[in-house]
Every structure is written in structure tokens, then in C-alpha cells.
């Protein structure tokens, strides 16, 4: 069988990316030239010229406007050089499953709760980037929960539990183009229509099971395919839904593979990480100037 050459595409290697980025004037320059692309643009007047001053600050000719590189950053007031901060970047980005920030201390050789810090700012940059993005055309959706085995309620309802919707876009092919991994209040038709207008493009096919809220789209703007699928192994081996049900399966067994627990107020950011890397899978030497 031929291997997939996504998934076996050779990646960014830890020697590859020291090269790139192994030393504090690398990654000085690589932020330089992700902020500034065409060179330096004073954020208080917009002019094009400048100078660097002893300090490391640049100051604008025109108005004497002085920042520094990290300043409007995710890196502005941090005490950890930058090649630490590119290298967290780099283990988030290049393994298929994530990293714990207990994990992510040894590697980095910082305290957990450094690495625990750092590691939230880039899933919150993750986080914010999939918000502006929506899915279009065939989309198989479901609901699902997150959150580890407590005693009480179990299912819909369970105080632990933390609901979320799964949605993938695939092509004529039916294979799986992007992903949408987005934390809800609840299950409700205000909830969905809500999550609807802002990360589903209208005239898009939304394929769903039975469940009431989902009768969001029925509306002029999509066209809803519902199937009632009812419980057990019946509804998983729906051919419908073969994609979210993949999908499900990967995010769940990643997240509890990974981490120890989780809190409902962090959900949206784990989830945000699993869809980051997901949708950027197809060029993974990318990832981190992205």
C-alpha cells in the first residue's frame, strides 16, 4: 500500500531547525523579518527609517519613537532568550501529538511553571488564528465532550465534562481538508447558530446526526443532510461520518495521552492546538515562520 505523503513527509529535523534558529542572533533575525518583512516600520508613525541603538531598542528617525523587537509580541518583557522560546515553537509545532508543559520543562530545562506559562501564550496565539478562519463546502459535523472519568452524572450534563463541536471539511474525493475543534456553552440551538454565522461559510452541506440544535441549519443559508444515526456501534460506523469519527478519535486519544487533566476555562486552547497543527499539516518545515 503507498504510504500517505502528508503523513510521511520528512518535516523540520531537530538538527535542520538548529541551524536555523540555534542561536539568539538567528532568532533575532527571523523575528526581524517576520515583524518588518520589508524593513523597519515605526509602530507610532508608520516612517521606514530607523536605527538600532546600543540597547538593542530601535528608535524611528522622524519622530524618535523607540521599541524594541518583541515589543506587540508574545515574546514583549520575557526573560528567556528567544532560541528557548523557538524551540518550545518548534516541539508544539512538529510532533503529531502534543507536549505537556511538565514535558515541555525538561526539554527546555525550565521550572513547570515557566514552560507551563509559555506553552498557554502559543496556544493562545493558535487559538486566536483559527478563530478567523471558517470551513466551506461538504462539512461533517458532531458534538462531543471533553474532560476525564468523575464519579456522578455521566454523558450530556456531567459537571466534568466540557462540550465542543467537531466539524471537517472534505473534497470531492472525500478526503479530510481542514478541521474546526471549537468549545461551546452548550448544545442549543442559539449556541450553534451562533457558532453558524461565524465559522460556516452559507450554501455549505452540513451533515449531521439527529441532534435538536443541529436543526440550525435548516435555513435557506445551508443545506443540512440529518441523519438519524441512534446510539451504539451503529451510529461510529455511519460511512457519513467517517471523518469526524476519525477525528474524535485522534483528538481524544492525543489529549488524554498527553495530559494529566484538564480545566473547562483551558479546553478551547487545547483543542485550538490539535486544530492549529492539523490544518498546517501539509507543509510541516513551514510551521514555525508561520
Same mark, same amino acid.
Given at each position: 500500500?503507498?504510504?500517505? #505523503?502528508?503523513?510521511?513527509?520528512?518535516? +523540520?529535523?531537530?538538527?535542520?531547525?538548529?541551524?536555523?534558529?540555534?542561536?539568539?542572533?538567528?532568532?533575532? !533575525?527571523?523575528?526581524?523579518?517576520?515583524?518588518?518583512?520589508?524593513?523597519?516600520?515605526?509602530?507610532?508613525?508608520?516612517?521606514?527609517?530607523?536605527?538600532?541603538?546600543?540597547?538593542?531598542?530601535?528608535?524611528?528617525?522622524?519622530?524618535?519613537?523607540?521599541?524594541?523587537?518583541?515589543?506587540?509580541?508574545?515574546?514583549?518583557? =520575557?526573560?528567556?532568550?528567544?532560541?528557548?522560546?523557538?524551540? !518550545?515553537?518548534?516541539?508544539? =509545532?512538529?510532533?503529531?501529538?502534543?507536549?505537556? !508543559?511538565?514535558?515541555?520543562?525538561?526539554?527546555?530545562?525550565?521550572?513547570?511553571?515557566?514552560?507551563?506559562?509559555?506553552?498557554?501564550?502559543?496556544?493562545?496565539?493558535?487559538?486566536?488564528?483559527?478563530?478567523?478562519?471558517?470551513?466551506?463546502?461538504?462539512?461533517?459535523?458532531?458534538?462531543?465532550? +471533553?474532560?476525564?472519568?468523575?464519579?456522578?452524572?455521566?454523558?450530556?450534563?456531567?459537571?466534568?465534562?466540557? #462540550?465542543?463541536?467537531?466539524?471537517?471539511?472534505?473534497?470531492?474525493?472525500?478526503?479530510?481538508?481542514?478541521?474546526?475543534?471549537?468549545?461551546?456553552?452548550?448544545?442549543?440551538?442559539?449556541?450553534?447558530?451562533?457558532?453558524?454565522?461565524?465559522?460556516?461559510?452559507?450554501?455549505?452541506?452540513?451533515?449531521?446526526?439527529?441532534?435538536?440544535?443541529?436543526?440550525?441549519?435548516?435555513?435557506? +443559508?445551508?443545506?443540512?443532510?440529518?441523519?438519524?444515526?441512534?446510539?451504539?456501534?451503529?451510529?461510529?460506523?455511519?460511512?457519513?461520518?467517517?471523518?469526524?469519527?476519525?477525528?474524535?478519535?485522534?483528538?481524544?486519544? !492525543?489529549? =488524554?495521552?498527553?495530559?494529566?487533566?484538564?480545566?473547562?476555562?483551558?479546553?478551547?486552547?487545547?483543542?485550538?492546538?490539535?486544530?492549529?497543527?492539523?490544518?498546517?499539516?501539509?507543509? +510541516?518545515?513551514?510551521?514555525?515562520?508561520?
Amino acid at each position: 500500500m503507498a504510504r500517505n #505523503p502528508i503523513q510521511f513527509q520528512a518535516g +523540520l529535523s531537530l538538527p535542520a531547525f538548529l541551524e536555523q534558529y540555534g542561536t539568539e542572533a538567528q532568532c533575532q !533575525a527571523a523575528l526581524f523579518r517576520h515583524r518588518w518583512p520589508r524593513g523597519f516600520v515605526c509602530p507610532d508613525c508608520g516612517n521606514t527609517t530607523g536605527c538600532r541603538l546600543s540597547r538593542g531598542l530601535y528608535q524611528c528617525h522622524r519622530c524618535h519613537h523607540q521599541t524594541s523587537l518583541t515589543a506587540g509580541t508574545i515574546f514583549h518583557a =520575557t526573560h528567556l532568550p528567544l532560541t528557548t522560546w523557538f524551540l !518550545a515553537i518548534y516541539l508544539l =509545532t512538529q510532533r503529531k501529538s502534543g507536549i505537556s !508543559a511538565l514535558q515541555l520543562s525538561r526539554e527546555l530545562g525550565v521550572s513547570y511553571n515557566t514552560a507551563w506559562k509559555l506553552k498557554h501564550k502559543l496556544l493562545q496565539v493558535m487559538h486566536e488564528r483559527n478563530q478567523g478562519e471558517k470551513l466551506s463546502g461538504r462539512i461533517e459535523l458532531d458534538d462531543a465532550y +471533553l474532560g476525564g472519568e468523575r464519579p456522578g452524572k455521566r454523558g450530556r450534563g456531567a459537571e466534568h465534562k466540557f #462540550p465542543f463541536l467537531a466539524a471537517v471539511q472534505t473534497d470531492a474525493e472525500g478526503h479530510p481538508l481542514r478541521v474546526q475543534l471549537r468549545r461551546v456553552s452548550g448544545f442549543t440551538l442559539t449556541e450553534i447558530r451562533r457558532y453558524a454565522q461565524q465559522a460556516i461559510v452559507p450554501g455549505s452541506q452540513v451533515i449531521s446526526d439527529g441532534l435538536g440544535c443541529f436543526r440550525a441549519f435548516d435555513t435557506p +443559508l445551508y443545506v443540512h443532510d440529518c441523519h438519524i444515526t441512534g446510539g451504539g456501534r451503529a451510529s461510529v460506523e455511519n460511512p457519513e461520518f467517517n471523518w469526524v469519527n476519525t477525528l474524535l478519535g485522534n483528538v481524544k486519544n !492525543a489529549i =488524554t495521552g498527553t495530559y494529566h487533566a484538564i480545566r473547562g476555562q483551558h479546553a478551547p486552547r487545547y483543542l485550538a492546538e490539535f486544530e492549529y497543527r492539523f490544518n498546517r499539516r501539509y507543509d +510541516l518545515k513551514a510551521m514555525i515562520p508561520r
